[in-house]
């Protein structure tokens, strides 16, 4: 197992392209098993979830062929088996979205059921509930969902209890070959749920209202083959936004989206940083100044994303006066805090509230990350800290961050990757 080695104190400064978010290629890779025709899809993010699920049509035997620009194309004719095993779902919940294509399409699915992770219990009821309002028989059983319908899904007007990121691109996918029309109400309005359907209509479907909280769905006969671009990752994109913020520097962001991170873009204006932006890229540039501390409230899109809660909890830690920062979309992502506060962060928990009073500088201390967002916001700790940090269990980092290291060194970070 791999450790990161991080000397803090130095201002980032430079430029750097953003990937493919995980996030919509992950969905899209599931989309595949929806036709028997062969779907391209290009600037996929070279990461470890992305080659988990991969691994996860292998089994199914359907083999994604990687062409000499890296994109990838998949053929999912060959498919034998409609199952996916425990030993999958266990390290890639979003192992879930290949549920409702499998069962829209062949009838059958059986997917081992997730089980709570490092972040809350995350439980997949409202999935199960939808396919069941579209006629699906699911039990769960042995540890398994298992999922089947006699002939297709019916259409079917479901109300989601709680915005599902998931859950949403679920049974959409599911909507797009079943009998007549489905709508999705209290649908999650994510880029990434709109990326999706995108592709979906690339591919034949007949989908409106995505971005909207009523996605309705009329389901066709057939999808067909198409070649699909994913959409830059703005959760890297923010990443790396904080990062400048909070070590003072000053850095442009490439091939990356403006027009989907606003609430970050206005927190950062709050912290202090002078931003610019075009069509594709974003400009950050602290003028060498401390940032100031911010309150913040994490919801669904377009509100503040719980995936740069703990980065913006790391920047907090080091401003100037007091932010308290809410997280109402898990009940328990807050693992990063105790890190933090062995590095020297004066960081409260009240509930789902931490109260952050920012100190002049962390010091770093022998950390380990637990999910991938917090590993991040750990990376960020060390990067202003006075002396060296090193992040154990960096495994979480390799499934949503692509060469890291390599892109914190362009922008002049002293961090290095070392066996532990
Ligand atoms: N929930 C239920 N029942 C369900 C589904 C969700 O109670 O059937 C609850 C969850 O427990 C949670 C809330 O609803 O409290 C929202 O969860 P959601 O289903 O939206 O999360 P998800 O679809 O499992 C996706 C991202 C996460 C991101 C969340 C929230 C993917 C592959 N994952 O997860 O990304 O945090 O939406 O935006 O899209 C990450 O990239 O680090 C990550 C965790």
Redo the contacts with the bound molecule.
């Keep these: 197992m791999d450790k990161l080695i991080i000397k803090g104190g130095i201002s980032l400064k430079g430029e750097i392209r953003i990937a493919g978010a ?3 290629a ?2 899209i890779l599931a989309a595949t098993l929806l036709t028997q025709e062969t779907i391209q899809i290009c600037n996929l993010p070279h990461l470890f ?1 992305i080659t988990t699920m991969l691994e996860l049509l292998g089994c199914m035997g359907v083999q994604p062929i990687i062409d000499e620009k890296l994109n990838v194309e998949v053929d999912s004719s060959t498919i034998k088996h409609f199952s996916a095993p425990y030993e999958l779902v266990k390290t890639m ?2 192992s ?2 290949v549920l409702g294509p499998l069962l829209t399409r062949y009838g059958q699915a059986e997917v081992a059921l997730p089980g709570g992770c490092a ?11 939808a396919l069941q309002a579209m006629g699906a028989d699911i039990v769960v059983e042995d540890g398994y969902i298992k999922a089947s319908v006699k002939g297709k899904l019916n259409g079917a007007h479901i109300f989601m ?9 679920n049974v959409m996918m599911a909507a797009c070959l079943a009998e007549g029309q489905t709508v999705i109400e209290n649908a ?1 309005r ?1 880029p ?1 749920v709109v990326d999706l359907a995108n592709c979906l209509v690339k591919m034949g479907a007949d989908i409106s209202g995505q971005g909207t909280d009523t996605i309705i769905i009329n389901g066709v006969k057939d999808l067909h083959g198409c070649s699909y671009s994913v959409m830059p990752d703005r ?1 890297e994109t923010g990443t790396y936004l904080i990062a400048a913020a909070a070590t003072r520097g000053h850095i442009k962001l490439k091939d990356t989206r403006p027009d989907i991170l606003e609430s970050l873009l206005s927190k950062l204006e709050q912290v202090g940083a002078e931003i610019k932006l075009g069509d594709n890229w974003i400009e950050l540039n602290m003028h060498g100044k401390r940032p100031q501390a911010v309150s913040l409230r994490t919801a ?2 377009p509100a503040f ?3 740069m809660q703990a980065q913006f909890t790391a920047l907090n830690s080091v401003a100037a006066g007091t932010g308290s920062i809410t997280e109402t ?3 328990n992502r807050f693992m990063h805090v105790h890190e933090m506060n062995r590095m020297g962060a004066l960081i409260k928990v009240e509930g789902n509230t931490v109260i952050v009073q920012g100190v002049d500088a962390l010091k770093g201390a022998p950390v380990m990350a637990t ?3 917090a590993s991040a916001s750990l990376i960020i700790a060390g990067l202003v800290s006075e002396n060296e940090t090193s992040v154990d269990r960096i495994y979480h980092i390799d ?2 961050y692509e060469c890291i290291e390599e892109k914190l060194q362009l922008l002049g970070a002293q961090i290095r990757r070392v066996p532990s």
């Design positions: 995980k996030n919509s992950l969905p979830d919940r979003a879930i979205l972040i809350g219990s995350r439980p997949v009821n409202l999935h199960i509930s209890d709680l915005v599902t990121v998931t859950g949403t691109e999650a994510e990434e959760i669904p899109y994303p719980t995936d979309v898990f009940e999910d991938l967002r499934r949503g």
